[in-house]
């Protein structure tokens, strides 16, 4: 079993460390019995085997050290072992662990629903049906649009990600071995190129292809995107983009979803990524960060949006009262100091990618706002091909060294830290990322430019 870990990180000197290269002894012996055990659906992307962590820092069962960059896939916020969120946990989990929250009532339940319906971005009054997951979320937003409208189709785009059941995987078009396998899938769902600035602007005469050949506006439902997308590559699309489909929706009666899973709750520098772009949608769906590692999410529409009956829709454990205060407890942080934290640091770490992006003719691209970067490798930045190989090498090679890596898109590092993260976390990893592509290209011949 792995000890708890009772020490205080000291920063720049406990972290990053490497005392046994990974995986060491006691991370080989557990990887061992999971792949003896679980599921091979599982992915897996290095051997990290997690026992704990501080902040921005997380350490494995062999005493390895490491600056995350990636946040469990953006959903650590509030970093690991945050004393809030920890004492709000601990504190609920002493009352009671669960209620269901569709059938009675309970204080936290009541609080979270009023606070992010405050939150939510748009005027007038929202509602809020709270979820174990981002993936539920969907579900759930899929059958409010249909229930609310009375229409059957939904217009997703190319390069989005919304989970991982079966409307969630029609709506998603980012790797194609989501799908493979599992048809039917869900019936009235169209794809639409999503606008990409640096590889390809979206052109508006799609919308009219649309409309004219596919399907008529009068029968959609909704029009549902991630503001910023994450797995599709963080590619951040043109404000006039959303604007323009705000301006369609209206005029269409069709509803607009925005899938914030990933990009909401501060991560940007602001609650949502909505506010950047001055867009606000129909409905908002939440979830990852929302509740700083518990699992809740969060469908935020419009009061005269969420007119489903009584009855019509429910979740057994969506709302949990543990998750609910853990998630009390991040808006607060988020609110009080880690929205801001996110877009000092989040600059520091733009600007120090930029100066790496002349040192590396391998960057492509640096996007993004906040802590929702996007690194995107190319092979020939003439061409923009995207190189897939030299991202998959960089990961390893990075954990290796003590940073924590994700991938997304086909050549994009996604950089979505905790956002407790620090100066020194933020420049002591730029150094990590540096030494690693340096050491790369050293294995590569150089190409003519």
């Keep these: 079993m792995a000890r708890a870990l009772t020490f205080t990180v000291e920063v720049g000197i406990d972290y990053p460390r490497i005392a046994v290269a990974p995986p060491g002894p006691k991370a080989k012996r557990i990887i061992a019995k999971d792949k003896e055990w679980s599921s091979p659906s599982y992915i897996k992307e290095y051997p990290l085997v997690a026992a704990g962590g501080r902040g921005a ?34 504190e609920a989990a002493g009352k009671f662990l669960h209620i269901c929250g569709t059938d009675f009532y309970y204080e936290a339940m009541a609080d979270l629903c009023e606070r992010l319906g405050k939150l939510a971005p748009g005027k007038g ?43 969630a995987i029609t709506l998603s078009a980012s790797k194609v071995k989501y799908k493979a396998g599992f048809g039917p899938l869900l019936p009235g769902v169209v794809h639409l190129p999503f606008d990409d600035p640096y590889r390809a602007p979206f052109d508006p005469r799609e919308i ?16 549902i995107l991630e503001p910023i997308q994450g797995e599709g590559g963080y590619v951040m699309p043109r404000p006039e983009f959303l604007r323009m489909w705000r301006k369609l929706c209206d005029e269409h009666g069709m509803l607009l979803i925005f899938d914030e899973i990933q990009s909401g709750v501060g991560r940007t520098g602001k609650m949502w990524a ?9 409905v908002l769906l939440t979830a990852k960060g929302l509740g700083s590692g518990m699992p809740i999410g969060a469908i935020v529409a419009r009061e005269d949006v969420m007119t489903w009956p009584r009855g019509s829709h429910g979740t057994t454990f969506g709302g949990n009262p543990v998750c609910c205060a853990a998630a009390l407890a991040t808006l607060d942080l988020v609110e009080n100091g880690l929205a801001d934290n996110a877009a000092k640091v989040g600059a520091r770490l733009q600007a120090g ?9 391998s960057i492509g691209d640096v996007r993004g706002v906040g802590l929702m970067i996007g690194v995107d490798f190319v092979k020939d930045r003439a061409t923009k091909e995207p190189d897939h190989e030299l991202v998959v090498e960089l990961e390893q090679l990075a954990f290796s060294k003590g940073l924590l890596l994700l991938s997304c898109g ?37 190409k003519k430019r």
């Design 57 to 90: 820092m997380v350490e494995d069962v062999d005493g390895n050290r490491y600056i995350d960059w990636m946040a469990g896939i953006a959903v650590s916020s509030t970093g690991y072992a945050h004393p809030k969120v920890t004492a709000a946990v601990q």
């Design 125 to 167: 009054k929202h509602r809020v049906f709270l979820t174990n997951s981002g993936t539920e979320a969907v579900e759930g937003a899929v059958k409010l649009a249909r229930s609310h409208t009375k229409r059957p189709y939904v217009i997703a785009f190319q390069g989005a990600f919304h989970g991982r059941s079966y409307a």
């Design 208 to 223: 009219d292809r649309v409309f004219r050949q596919i399907v008529s506006p009068g029968e959609v439902a909704a029009v």
């Design 274 to 282: 909505a506010e950047h772009f001055g867009v606000e949608p129909d």
């Design 353 to 361: 990618l930029r100066k790496l992006m002349l040192r590396h003719e």
């Design 410 to 446: 086909k050549s994009v590092i996604r950089v979505a830290p905790p956002l407790v993260l620090t100066e020194y976390d933020a420049d002591k990893g730029l150094e990590i990322l540096d030494e690693c592509l340096t050491e790369l290209r050293g294995k590569k011949p150089s």
